[in-house]
């Protein structure tokens, strides 16, 4: 018997360990917190200047990561919002709608600017206030709403070019009311063209995310854009309901639920305020048999998995041809093994916090619901933090057209597969939906590609990509998905008549 000392066993269980830890992951890299500062309180951000809401009452945002408060911020009451709509009214008259075009545009650039000199402080907080990947917000939100207060501003002398042949004139006062799952983003959409055409905004943020949207108040204030042209309110539902419902809001433009879109329509039908919906989705992503399978199941862990599925056009819904279908699952498993779930700070990160204790809720009555109608479920089998609101990687096979999980909107990191056989099939499923948002194709053929985007009803289709946007192209909605466009030249024309 070969004798083994201390040492050499030592040594031997060393080498062993090395062999078969297979458990390793990417040292932390977090980003640091302390290089954004956020106020223990915020005001309303009326005329220019921060005023106290008349009812003296705060509510806290949290962190959803960690559920520690980071900050409160005021409540408007309706008082709030008739001072606010003054306050844009007064600015538009007297002064926004006068100004010459190009000026108009200067103070716009600005404000781009203004956003990429902060782009580091605005992406730690949007991650710390909404719970999603840095690397997101870094790379994706904060520049995307860069590029369209850039995109804007160039048009705002040019709209002789925009519109030819017609002269426009802008609305009056725009009431903007904003999500949570791209807080800042969505802000930059609104705000953006609003200003462009010569209208005056009052701006509500979700009640869950509103530190970006506060601090790109601050950004206004700095840039020395007139007082009362861009106002920005907090509070919740009863918030929004009270612009919707002012007597001198001109257009009411919304981000949200297509229940409160309805809320919105019904309350606003027989006076004359235009509108704009931006509402739910339930995208469907098909993948044919020709396509390069590799690329189109990194394409659909992107559109699913995407800001924790916190996405209205987020591709939930996945139609595999049937020749495929095994293969597809088994890369989609192995793939979902592989994504990082855990602190949004972390630039490792791929799967951040769920928004809020309601969202998870929801998502957990989704994922209950889905076994209940006899869908199989998969999840990661990734180790979630202890505190905050969190929810794996999950996705659904043998799921039934006609399931809810594959027709209602679920809003999280939550995949249904389903399955087809011919083109004709997959279209009658894929449109076989409340929605229109947006849709997925990936195949080798071009000419599938044409086939299948002109018969398939949804606002936006990419093709061999997802979840792409630029400013310069339209984004919105058929059927409960809402109307209206936003970006790009429909974008400027949510905010004008037409005249001649
Ligand atoms: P929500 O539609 O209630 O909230 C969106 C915004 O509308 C917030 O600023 C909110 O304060 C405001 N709001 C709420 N009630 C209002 C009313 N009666 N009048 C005017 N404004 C009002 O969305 P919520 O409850 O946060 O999320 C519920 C579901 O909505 C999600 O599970 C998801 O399915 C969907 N959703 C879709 C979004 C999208 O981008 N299309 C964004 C957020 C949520
Ligand atoms: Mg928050």
Known sequence: MPVVTKKKAAAKKNVIKLKFDTNWSYAPAPESKSAASINSQYDLFINGGWQKPSSKKYFNTINPATEETLSEVADASETDVNKAVTAARNAYEKYWKKIPAKERGKYIFRIARMIQEKARELAIIETLDGGKPIRESRDFDVPTAANHFFYYAGWADKLEYAFPNRRTEPLGVA?????????????AWKIAPALATGNTVVLKPAETTPLTALKLAEIIQESDLPPGVVNIITGAGATGAAMVNHPDINKIVFTGSTEVGKIIQRAIAGTNKKVTLELGGKAANIIFEDAPIDQAVEG????????????CCAGSRLYVQESIVKEVIRKLKDRIETLIVGDPLDKNTDIGAINSQQQLETIHKYLKLGKQEGAEMYESSCRLPSKGFWCRPTMFTNVAQSSRIAQEEIFGPVLSILTFRTDD????KANNSPYGLSAGVWTDKGSKIFNMTKRMRAGVIWANTFNKFDPTSPFGGYKESGFGREGGLHGLSAYVNLIG
Do not use: D, R, S
Request: aromatic content about 14%; charged content about 5%; overall charge negative.
């Open 175 to 187: 009431g903007q009311i904003i999500p949570w799952n791209f807080p800042l983003l969505m802000a």
């Open 425 to 428: 099939e997959v279209i009658e």
């Open 300 to 311: 659909v862990i992107n559109g699913i998995y995407f800001n924790q599925g916190h996405v």
